[in-house]
């Protein structure tokens, strides 16, 4: 929004109509849209936007999070390989467990469900006679992928870039 309000970029609607902020801001807000409060009401949030000029930034490191593991880690058990229904049967099991003097790391933490986890217990996976599936990692996603592995639905106006890819 800073970038389409100060003339850096344009919006472009899902039949590739390209908009400045003055225009953007006259568009109608619909159904499933997402909109930004602003004195005189709401703005609806561009899906797509074009940048005039990039200036690339250095790659900021992913955080460690519950979320991001598990998206590292496909939402499933690295020790069985199963897929709960539920996001909440999963854990988070340190390989070397924290009483051992294992760290909150990327390198140290891997999904698990309840059932892995209980089994290995305090141990370490080879102590435990468990297998990893792949060895823990810290990813190195852009800030694109990100929004493309939290995106609950590809919205419309993407379409045309996602086939490109």
Same mark, same amino acid.
Request: proline content about 6%; hydrophobic content about 35%; charged content about 30%.
């Given at each position: 929004?800073?970038? +389409?309000?100060?003339?850096?970029?344009?919006?472009?609607?899902?039949?590739?109509?390209?908009?400045?902020?003055?225009?953007?801001?006259?568009?109608?807000?619909?159904?499933?849209?997402?909109?930004?409060?602003?004195?005189?009401?709401?703005? #609806?949030?561009?899906?797509?936007?074009?940048?005039?000029?990039?200036?690339?930034?250095?790659?900021?490191?992913?955080? +460690?999070?519950? #979320?991001? +593991?598990? &998206? #590292?880690?496909?939402?499933?058990?690295?020790?069985?390989?199963?897929?709960?229904?539920?996001?909440?049967?999963?854990?988070?099991?340190?390989? +070397?467990?924290?009483? #051992?003097?294992?760290?909150?790391?990327?390198?140290?933490?891997?999904?698990?469900?309840?059932?892995?986890?209980?089994?290995?217990?305090?141990?370490?996976?080879?102590?435990?006679?468990?297998?990893?599936?792949?060895?823990? &990692?810290?990813?190195?996603?852009?800030?694109?992928?990100?929004?493309?592995?939290?995106?609950?639905?590809? &919205?419309?106006?993407?379409?045309? &870039?996602?086939?490109?890819?």
């Amino acid at each position: 929004m800073v970038l +389409l309000y100060g003339g850096a970029a344009t919006a472009i609607d899902e039949a590739g109509e390209s908009y400045d902020f003055d225009l953007w801001r006259d568009q109608p807000i619909r159904e499933g849209d997402d909109a930004v409060p602003i004195v005189a009401g709401a703005i #609806r949030v561009p899906r797509v936007v074009h940048l005039h000029h990039y200036d690339r930034q250095p790659r900021l490191t992913v955080r +460690l999070t519950r #979320r991001n +593991l598990m &998206f #590292r880690d496909a939402h499933e058990c690295q020790y069985c390989g199963k897929k709960p229904s539920h996001k909440s049967d999963l854990n988070i099991d340190h390989v +070397l467990p924290r009483s #051992r003097g294992g760290k909150d790391s990327w390198e140290n933490l891997v999904t698990s469900c309840r059932a892995c986890n209980l089994r290995k217990g305090w141990h370490t996976p080879d102590e435990a006679n468990m297998r990893l599936k792949r060895r823990p &990692f810290q990813p190195k996603w852009s800030a694109v992928a990100q929004i493309l592995l939290g995106a609950d639905a590809k &919205f419309k106006e993407w379409e045309p &870039f996602l086939k490109a890819s």
